[in-house]
């Protein structure tokens, strides 16, 4: 499966966008789906997933209550709404994908267990 993902921007502290991560190649719903992102000199971190139904979703405390993740399995594309959003929210966003099955949130939150990524997309909020 191929990831493209946008939607980045830059932003003030306290509003909202969407990134959207479209997919093409093989069956969109046997993925599951996950947001990620890294500043730069740190280490990429998780910030959402949603299981290949899109019936389960999983978000990092920093998240929590300001972000949503969604997919629409008819337009292969996977989305992350962001709302009041920080400056500590800057960073380069990537989706990424796994079809694996097993227990998804065992290894759902793990950068390391997704074998297909988008190229990123940057998100700037200034304060």
């Known amino acids: 499966v191929q990831l493209q993902a946008c939607g980045g921007g830059l932003v003030q502290a306290g509003d909202s966008l969407r990134l959207s991560c479209a997919a093409s190649?093989?069956?969109?719903?046997?993925?599951?789906m996950g947001w990620f992102r890294q500043v730069q000199g740190k280490e990429r971190e998780f910030v959402a997933a949603i299981s290949w139904s899109g019936g389960t979703t999983l978000y990092a405390d920093s998240v929590k209550g300001r972000f949503t993740a969604s997919r629409d399995n008819a337009k292969n594309t996977f989305y992350l709404q962001m709302n009041s959003l920080k400056p500590e929210d800057t960073a380069v966003y990537y989706c990424?994908?796994?079809?694996?099955?097993?227990?998804?949130?065992?290894?759902?939150?793990?950068?390391?267990?997704?074998?297909?990524w988008g190229q990123g997309t940057q998100v700037t909020v200034s304060s």
């Open positions: 190649g093989r069956i969109f719903s046997s993925y599951a």
């Open positions: 990424a994908a796994e079809i694996r099955g097993g227990i998804w949130t065992d290894w759902a939150s793990k950068s390391s267990e997704y074998d297909y």
